[in-house]
Every structure is written in C-alpha cells, then in structure tokens.
C-alpha cells in the first residue's frame, strides 16, 4: 500500500516538474531509459526482476540504478545479489555498511545514492556529526575506531587511487582480510552505482532530498 502511494506521489510531482526536465528525460523514471515492466520481459528477465526487486510480488522502482538495469537483467541481477550479501550478510554489518556507502558516495558526488543512504544510515546508528564529517569533508573526530578506519580507507582508495601498506595492515587489522575485500568491492559497487545513473542522467525523485551539497 505504500509503495502504491508512493508512485502516486511520483506520478503526481513528475506531472507538475515535466515542462522543466531536459527532452531526453522520461517523465515516470527522471532518466534517459523509460520504466520497464515486468510483463515486458521474457521468462529469464521475469527471473531476474524478482530477484532485482526483492522477491516475487515487489515492485522495481521506477528511478535508480535498479531501474537502468533491468535492461540487462542477466547484468544487473548478479549486481543485486552482490549488493545484498554485502549489506545484509557481509563482514562490516548493516550499520559500518551503511557508512561505507556514504563514503563512496561522497567521494563521487552521487546524490541519488546519498539521499537515500543517509536517513538509512542515522536510522542504524551513524552519528549525525559522523555522517557531516563525510559530508562536508572534515576529519572523523569523536568517530568510533572502525567509522574513522572506513573514512580514511575510502578517501584514499577514490583520491588516491592506492591504499598505502600503512592503510591496508590498520583496515586489515580492524576488519579481516575478508573485510578488506567486501569494504573495497562495496566502495566500487556504488561507484558503479554512479557510472550508471550519471550516463541515465537520472534525477532526484520528489522524496528524494538534495542532502549532499555541492563541493
């Protein structure tokens, strides 16, 4: 019932904003790729979008990465499964994943990504103070041990595009070689994540806020 309301919200918002967006724009999805259903799909990509959407009988978003990827479902479905072992199952836990992501979103500047991870992350526990730090930059003070070690991994794996033997013995240290791992490929699944929605030009959805200012 509210995922209906929602996309009567979407529907509604996306009517009175269409004069403003770009011609190549779809109405419904905010991107360059119109919504898919799942009825348009074969039998394998019906597979797939229940996989993609969170078990039969959910409904894919009509915006985000999700969304883009149902065009290649055979790509994206694999991705998804990836994404939940890591945020559900993976090393870090549901709450450090969640900093991870804001991390890797702010070092690309991905607002779609932001704008939903934030309240995910506040809501498991990240510091408001923590998230600002990421947000704005700053260093980790008053971060817990392993928030701090996730900051520092993640800036210097996107500015500098190497972790130092010093880097990787402390985030080894703190979360396992395996974490090291899943910390590193979730960074570069949402990394992906921006790649994706930059080349759709996606737009923010009427319940998405802009809370990732610019730079």
């Keep these: 019932m509210r995922k209906l309301v929602w996309i009567s919200t979407l ?10 967006l770009p011609p190549d724009i779809d109405n419904e999805s905010l ?16 597979q797939a979008y229940d996989v993609i959407a969170g078990g039969p009988g959910k409904l894919v978003l009509p915006t985000g990465p999700a969304a883009i990827g149902l065009y290649s479902p055979s790509v ?14 993976g090393v870090l836990g549901e709450r450090l994943t969640e900093l ?3 991390v ?6 991905e607002p779609y990504v932001w704008g939903a991870h934030e309240p995910a992350a506040l809501k498991l526990g990240i510091s408001q103070s923590v998230i600002d730090a990421v947000k704005y930059g700053r260093e980790p003070a008053g971060a817990q041990e392993k928030e701090a070690a996730i900051i520092r991994f993640g800036r210097q794996l996107f500015r500098e595009k190497t972790i130092t033997s010093e880097m990787f013995s402390r985030t080894v240290t703190l979360f396992g070689r ?9 960074m570069g699944y949402y990394g992906l994540n921006h790649f994706l929605l930059k080349m759709a030009d996606q737009h923010l959805p009427p319940d998405r806020q802009g809370l990732l200012p610019a730079r």
């Design 100 to 102: 991870a992501i804001l």
């Design 31 to 46: 991107s360059r790729f119109p919504v898919i259903k799942r009825d348009q799909l074969d039998e394998k990509g019906k």
């Design 11 to 20: 529907i509604a918002a996306q009517a009175a904003s269409a004069q403003s």
């Design 104 to 109: 890797a979103s702010r070092e690309v500047d």
């Design 178 to 186: 395996p974490g090291i791992v899943e910390l590193t490929t979730l």
């Design 76 to 89: 994206y479905e694999p991705l998804r499964m990836l994404n939940d072992y890591l945020r559900k199952d």
